[in-house]
């Protein structure tokens, strides 16, 4: 292991910990010791890190996914190499970085531990250059939610200029970046929330027309905007529909999207059996395509994004580890409008 000679490593570290799932107060502050990085790894001292929509399900353990205790949450991270294994040359202390959460260990914060904690070991493999005028906290914001967005609405979805593009949930961090890259093709972007804050907010974040679905019902709301479908015509409707809801929602989408129009998904918040009425596929020709997860181009391509003016993540909050558990809670309680970040 190398590492900077004017910059000794301390024994031990600060974690966010929880031990037990259950409620936000099952999170401490502990002191873990500061690990050390094995061939092919690379130690990092973390700065910044990004709580996504799996961190209140991964700690109310209402997934079906194996989970390890004690946990970490937080799959997001960005910050500063300090340290190098052996057998690891494309990589210096000091090196500004970005680190791709998931690889033969698991996804971090979901089937590994997670980055919220002040040093942790990655292979070298898993690590992004940072530009210089990506921020720490941007660039936390940026791979699970929108790494996951850009690949759902660019590569798979193939957005295009003119279309419209309903989005359900818009109001996190993939709900917030398929906004941006709809409006950045010149498509018209119907987004819908629980609440008229929310609303406001992503009307201000450039929706051409928001539905607040706890006071609207979606599909008489949607046919007003965009027309109600047809069987052979591809003039009403709506192109496309982003829903990584599920549950009661998914039914709903195929009265709504015009025919040969898509259906995107990348996830099941709401439920993921939901009923399906195949009569809308097969009559409207409709496609649903999945997506799953991003590459480690998009990754790149969003950081190189970010740093020329292109895009710019929204940051609900901004706060220190201590906070760990407000921000959670917030999670929980669904108040967050994009990315919620916390800094070590």
């Not at 898993?126 to 720490?136: A, E, I, Q, V, W």
């Amino acid at each position: 292991m190398s590492q900077s000679p004017n910059a000794p490593l301390p024994e031990t570290m600060r974690a966010a910990v929880f031990h037990e799932h259950g409620p936000v107060e099952n999170i401490s502050i502990e002191t873990w010791p500061v690990p050390k990085p094995k061939d092919g790894e690379v130690l990092v001292r973390m700065k910044a890190v990004a709580f996504n929509g799996f961190d209140p399900m991964i700690l109310g353990a209402t997934t079906a996914l194996k989970t390890p205790l004690p946990m970490v949450p937080c799959g997001d991270g960005a910050g500063i190499v300090a340290a190098i294994g052996e057998n690891v040359s494309e990589w210096s202390v000091g090196d500004r970085v970005s680190l791709l959460p998931w690889g033969d260990f698991g996804m971090m914060g979901e089937t590994a531990v997670g980055m919220a904690r002040e040093y942790l070991t990655m292979p070298a493999d898993n690590l992004f250059r940072m530009p210089d005028t990506l921020s720490f906290e941007d660039a936390a914001a940026l791979p699970i939610a929108y790494g996951t967005a850009y690949r759902m609405m660019v590569a798979r979805g193939q957005v295009a200029e003119g279309e419209t593009v309903l989005i359900l949930g818009a109001s996190g961090g993939v709900g917030t970046c398929c906004i941006d890259l709809a409006k950045s093709v010149g498509a018209t972007v119907i987004a819908t929330a629980r609440g008229a804050e929310k609303c406001e907010k992503l009307l201000a974040h450039g929706a051409d027309h928001v539905i607040d679905t706890s006071k609207e019902d979606l599909v008489t709301r949607t046919r007003e905007i965009a027309g109600r479908p047809r069987v052979g015509s591809d003039k009403t409707g709506v192109d496309v529909v982003v829903n990584y809801i599920g549950g009661e929602t998914w039914r709903q989408c195929f009265k709504i999207t015009k025919a040969g129009g898509r259906i995107l998904t990348c996830g099941a918040t709401a439920g993921y059996d939901p009923q399906t009425d195949i009569r809308y596929i097969w009559s409207y020709e409709l496609n649903i395509l999945g997506s799953d997860g991003w590459t480690r181009q998009d990754q790149i391509d969003l950081m190189d994004m970010c740093a020329d003016g292109r895009l710019e993540p929204v940051l609900h909050a901004v706060r220190p580890l201590e906070e760990v558990r407000t921000s959670m809670q917030e999670m929980v309680d669904r108040q967050v409008f994009g990315k919620s970040i916390l800094t070590l």
